[in-house]
Nanobody, 119 residues
């Protein structure tokens, strides 16, 4: 099994920045892609950003260059740096991991961390 523990959420004003972190433990040899999904109230969960073990990155189109995902394989940790945050970025952000390169349907989930952007 793989355990994912997130940190770094919170309340920020529009235009501000936050960095989310997610540390993986357990059977980490199973992991290829890691990244983040989010779910806003009344909306479906969506994939925000992912990075494979080889460094291939993908982003949701609405990130618009505001989000940067990175990964420290030595620490088994993935980060999401979010800048110029907008109220529509408000959501619960879930760390996710999978044994494939595609994070659209993860094998593992974190517990979620709330990000609230005030206008």
């Amino acid at each position: 099994q793989v355990q994912l523990v997130e940190s770094g959420g919170g309340l920020v004003q529009a235009g501000g920045s936050l960095r989310l972190s997610c540390a993986a433990s357990g059977s980490i040899f199973r992991i290829n892609a890691m990244g983040w999904h989010r779910q806003a109230p009344g909306k479906q969960r969506e994939l925000v950003a992912s990075v494979t073990s080889s460094g291939r990155m993908t982003y949701i189109s609405s990130a618009g260059g505001r989000f940067t995902i990175s990964r420290d394989n030595a620490k088994n940790t993935v980060y999401l740096q979010m800048a110029n945050l907008k109220p529509e970025d408000t959501a619960v952000y879930y760390c996710a991991a999978t044994s494939t390169i595609w994070l659209s349907n993860p094998d593992y989930w974190g517990q979620g961390t709330q990000v609230t952007v005030s206008s």
